[in-house]
């Protein structure tokens, strides 16, 4: 496939296409990826430097494309983090222009809001643009179960809750949903699942937590399951093969004792995923 990604970029570490680019590559397909900032490190260290690109800069390098008449060859749509509110009006315009060369591609959005622990960590004006303008527009998202909770304003908790706030989500737009980061309180103690739901039915897996905080998995992730997705059409699949990558690079990372994602390191979990976990369809 040929997937426009349209993140942020670091230059020391892994998050938004700094992480994304690299694994949909190591599984064969052409990225091409459009910065919205392009900082020394990603914020979680408390301090950075470099440029947020202004939206027009971003456009540009979008209508840049759109003019070498590349745009109608583009399968798949990504975005994820958003530093300001003006970098929606971009993304929104690229699926258009996308989607008009290409009816069949796709747009997957990751709404990057904050979690559980933590709360909302963007800018106040991010989150209802995401939930009244973005996701709706979106035919696959992977929100965690708290950015779930906000966009359908229920407070998705047991599997139940859980998959009613998805069947709310799709309601909207999106006819898949991948949700990170579900914790059920009846879940053995050690563990997390992610659960993914489309028209075929809704499945969970469950992997041990593993006790760090990774920057960029979310990405990764996000990123993993839209080619899974696209390229196979089974929600089951993807997630399977999704979740054994990202553990894998997990337990890498922590196996390495660095703070960031060990990438490259992990290249062969990408490529050939060892699908070492249960998925369980519920519905």
């Given at each position: 496939?040929?997937i426009?990604?349209?993140?942020?970029?670091?230059?020391?570490?892994?998050?938004?296409?700094?992480a994304?680019?690299?694994p949909?590559?190591?599984?064969?397909?052409?990225?091409?990826?459009v910065?919205?900032?392009?900082?020394?490190?990603?914020?979680?260290?408390?301090?950075?430097?470099?440029?947020?690109?202004?939206?027009?800069?971003?456009?540009?390098?979008?209508?840049?494309?759109?003019?070498?008449?590349?745009?109608?060859?583009?399968?798949?749509v990504?975005s994820?983090?958003?530093?300001?509110?003006?970098?929606?009006?971009?993304?929104?315009?690229?699926?258009?222009?996308?989607?008009?060369?290409?009816?069949?591609?796709?747009?997957?959005?990751?709404?990057?809001?904050?979690?559980a622990?933590?709360?909302?960590?963007?800018?106040?004006?991010?989150?209802?643009?995401?939930?009244?303008?973005?996701?709706?527009?979106?035919?696959?998202?992977?929100?965690?179960?708290?950015?779930?909770?906000?966009?359908?304003?229920?407070?998705?908790?047991?599997?139940?809750?859980?998959?009613a706030?998805v069947?709310?989500?799709?309601?909207?737009?999106?006819?898949?949903?991948?949700?990170?980061?579900?914790?059920?309180p009846?879940?053995?103690?050690?563990?997390?699942?992610?659960?993914?739901?489309?028209?075929?039915?809704?499945?969970?897996?469950?992997?041990?937590?593993?006790?760090?905080k990774?920057?960029?998995s979310?990405?990764?992730?996000?990123?993993?399951?839209t080619?899974h997705y696209?390229?196979?059409?089974?929600?089951?699949?993807?997630?399977?093969k999704?979740?054994?990558?990202v553990?894998?690079?997990?337990?890498?990372?922590?196996?390495?004792?660095?703070?960031?994602?060990?990438?490259?390191?992990?290249?062969?979990?990408?490529?050939?995923?060892?699908?070492?976990?249960?998925?369980q369809?519920?519905?």
């Amino acid at each position: 496939m040929k997937i426009l990604s349209i993140q942020s970029s670091v230059a020391y570490g892994h998050v938004g296409n700094s992480a994304a680019v690299f694994p949909l590559q190591r599984l064969g397909h052409e990225v091409w990826p459009v910065f919205t900032v392009h900082f020394s490190n990603h914020t979680g260290y408390g301090a950075w430097r470099g440029p947020m690109f202004p939206a027009s800069d971003v456009r540009d390098v979008i209508v840049g494309m759109q003019e070498r008449g590349v745009l109608g060859q583009v399968d798949a749509v990504l975005s994820g983090y958003q530093g300001g509110s003006d970098i929606a009006d971009v993304i929104l315009e690229a699926v258009d222009m996308v989607k008009a060369e290409n009816p069949s591609a796709t747009y997957t959005c990751d709404p990057v809001m904050g979690n559980a622990k933590s709360g909302c960590f963007v800018s106040d004006l991010i989150p209802p643009l995401l939930r009244d303008r973005v996701t709706p527009k979106a035919d696959i998202i992977t929100p965690n179960q708290f950015e779930l909770g906000y966009l359908t304003n229920t407070d998705p908790t047991d599997l139940e809750s859980t998959l009613a706030s998805v069947d709310a989500a799709r309601e909207f737009g999106p006819g898949a949903v991948l949700v990170t980061s579900v914790e059920r309180p009846d879940r053995p103690d050690g563990t997390i699942e992610m659960l993914a739901v489309d028209d075929e039915g809704a499945w969970i897996v469950q992997t041990p937590h593993l006790p760090l905080k990774a920057n960029g998995s979310g990405d990764v992730t996000s990123a993993l399951f839209t080619a899974h997705y696209r390229t196979s059409g089974s929600a089951a699949e993807a997630l399977g093969k999704t979740t054994s990558s990202v553990f894998d690079l997990l337990q890498l990372t922590l196996d390495s004792g660095e703070r960031e994602l060990q990438l490259v390191e992990a290249q062969e979990a990408y490529a050939h995923p060892r699908e070492q976990f249960q998925v369980q369809q519920v519905r």
